[in-house]
């Protein structure tokens, strides 16, 4: 069965720093493309942050550029988002999300972590 498990939300000022973790389960996690993405209130989801399947290729949204990371530890089947400089526009609830590089129709997604970036 498979699990995508996203936790290190949270309520933050603004210009500090989360990382969230996505622990994966179930599947071949090497054979898949691991991403952020972001849902505020109103919104429709979108893409926050991307990594190839061993790490050697990434892709961010022009607003996170520069103050995301995503990386990825395959042997602990983990992908993570290190977020600094955090703004109140960044406020979402964050969804991990594994999309075989193959197979698109394989295609899993956690609960969501919520971020709160507010004084």
């Known amino acids: 069965q498979v699990h995508l498990v996203e936790s290190g939300g949270g309520l933050v000022q603004p210009g500090g720093s989360l990382r969230l973790s996505c622990v994966a389960s179930?599947?071949?996690?090497?054979?898949?493309?691991m991403s952020w993405y972001r849902q505020a209130p109103g919104k429709t989801r979108e893409l926050v942050a991307g990594?190839?399947?061993?790490?050697?290729?990434?892709n961010y949204a022009d607003s996170v550029k520069g103050r995301f990371t995503i990386s990825r530890d395959n042997a602990k089947t983990t992908v993570y988002l290190q977020m600094n400089s955090l703004k109140a526009d960044d406020t979402a609830v964050y969804y991990c999300?594994?999309?075989?590089?193959?197979?698109?129709?394989?295609?899993?997604w956690g609960q969501g972590t919520q971020v709160t970036v507010s004084s």
């Open positions: 179930g599947f071949t996690f090497s054979s898949f493309v």
């Open positions: 990594i190839s399947t061993y790490g050697s290729s990434t």
């Open positions: 999300n594994a999309r075989h590089r193959m197979v698109p129709r394989l295609d899993y």
